[in-house]
């Protein structure tokens, strides 16, 4: 009879440990960042357009990660090929920002006159990727493992004030490059006369192994001349960019001091 007795309580506190444990994941779940949530665009093959609609909750913009299988993934192949030592380095020298100021007079490169401008501190603030951040990357790269299939997305984040309410709009494909997002932007349009205002442009950088495979923390030509778009069409509040690690942030007044096409 004591044996019965003890099975069952054993098992009631297996349940209970059980479902607290549910509880504790149910939190990320609310926030409906899957494959089940999202409002179709367009598709067309690997190639899709749609948004999330979620409530703007404090924690989509805190330090605290939820479910990130393939971001942890990716983290953990970068560490197997390159050592403990060279991994920890690599993520550190892309999140400084105390370069010398006087090394951007001496460089003719766009790109590294971009590079150098976040890096100096001139430019921008890097600061550890956030959960919203780190869930649509890890989103994209559940698609196509980052590490073995590099690819950028594009990513919108309008807001909604009144309603408490955000937008995260997705463009992405199977490719490098992200598919012109012309259908987000159309559709960013009508939002903007509904009461919708568009805050952040967030697309990934990666890089290949010759460096280390952390993606750089500065806008390329190419993305300085859509930031300066995005400015003059939409009044964007801020760029991010994320490299899986860090994020940096940058304000639309500091868009015009980067090298464009
Ligand atoms: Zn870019």
New binding site residues.
């Given amino acids: 009879m004591n044996k019965l007795i003890s099975i069952t309580l054993t098992f009631t506190l297996m349940v209970i440990v059980i479902s607290s444990g549910c509880e504790t994941s149910k939190v990320y779940q609310d926030l409906s960042i899957d494959e089940a949530n999202k409002i179709l665009l367009h598709k067309n093959g690997n190639e899709e357009m749609f948004y999330w609609e979620l409530d703007d909750e404090k924690n989509l913009w805190e330090f605290e990660l939820g479910h990130i299988t393939a971001l942890k993934l990716y983290r953990d192949s970068i560490k197997f090929e390159l050592g403990d030592n060279k991994y920890k380095s690599a993520i550190q020298k892309e999140s400084v920002q105390n370069l010398e100021k006087s090394l951007i007079e001496n460089e003719e490169n766009g790109d590294r006159i971009n590079a150098l401008l976040v890096h100096s501190g001139a430019v921008g603030e890097i600061r550890r990727i956030n959960y919203l951040e780190s869930q649509i990357l890890n989103y994209q790269i559940g698609r196509f493992p980052l590490f073995s299939r590099p690819t950028?997305f594009h990513g919108f984040i309008a807001e909604n004030e009144k309603e408490g309410k955000i937008k995260v709009y997705f463009g992405s494909s199977d490719t490098e490059w992200p598919p012109k997002p012309t259908i987000i932007i159309q559709e960013i349009d009508k939002e903007l006369k509904r009461g919708w205002k568009l805050k952040y442009h967030l697309?990934n950088?990666y890089c290949k192994k010759d460096r280390d495979y952390i993606g750089i923390l500065a806008?390329?030509l190419?993305?300085a001349q859509y930031y300066k778009m995005l400015k003059e069409r939409f009044n964007i509040e801020k760029s991010l960019?994320t490299n899986g690690f860090h994020t940096v942030e940058i304000d639309n007044q500091d868009f015009a001091k980067f090298e464009s096409h």
């Fill in positions: 950028e697309h950088h806008p390329s190419a993305d960019i």
